[in-house]
């Protein structure tokens, strides 16, 4: 990918270890890349990269709980994210519920492709669209549709 994106990178405790083996593993990619991430995970994925000795551009926010989610959902409003990973614990209650819903809903009313898996986090990072200068992705249209 020719392209340099701003990524963010989001995970709950319970789903850190597989966000940080899957920035590992996709090191090359994310490098050439800014990454957003939220304070902890943020942490996590740096201290794996030093010990690799990986390079990335990391930008911390502040831990979800403490508006980290908010932060980055700011960024999405103001088109400052092409991608969002979120590695979402579904299994247990989270105590900024009300950030996390808020996140994945600016994703979607802006258009940023989120990705709340691994799967789909690697079926996005090497999609070819990226780079597709033919390639726009339409506006989404809120509007009634009308059968007639």
Not at 44 to 54: H, M, R, V
Not at 78 to 93: G, K, V
Request: hydrophobic share 45%.
């Amino acid at each position: 990918m020719n392209k340099k994106l701003t990524i963010a990178l989001v995970a709950h405790d319970h789903r850190k270890a597989d966000m940080v083996e899957w920035a590992v593993f996709n090191a090359d990619t994310l490098s050439k890349h800014l990454l957003v991430c939220t304070g902890t995970t943020g942490g996590l994925i740096k201290a794996a990269f030093d010990e690799k000795g990986l390079e990335a551009e990391i930008v911390c926010m502040n831990s979800g709980p403490l508006g980290g989610d908010a932060e980055i959902a700011a960024m999405v409003v103001r088109h400052e994210i092409n991608l969002a990973i979120f590695l979402i614990d579904d299994l247990n209650p989270q105590p900024h519920e009300a950030d996390i819903q808020m996140l994945l809903r600016q994703c979607r009313i802006h258009n940023v492709p989120i990705a709340c898996n691994r799967y789909s986090a690697d079926l996005m990072i090497t999609s070819s669209l990226w780079d597709a200068p033919d390639y726009i992705p339409s506006i989404p249209r809120y509007i009634k549709f009308n059968r007639e």
